[in-house]
């Protein structure tokens, strides 16, 4: 089972450079 450990935190920062990168759009779309 230790891939599922590598897999995780690789799913959990792609879920925040989504997150930052969606931020970065509706900013700049305000703008």
């Given at each position: 089972?230790?891939?599922?450990h590598v897999?995780?935190?690789?799913?959990?920062?792609?879920k925040?450079?989504?997150?930052?990168?969606?931020?970065?759009?509706?900013?700049?779309?305000?703008?």
């Open positions: 089972m230790p891939s599922i897999v995780i935190p690789g799913i959990e920062s792609l925040t450079s989504l997150q930052l990168t969606s931020n970065d759009t509706k900013s700049s779309n305000e703008k």
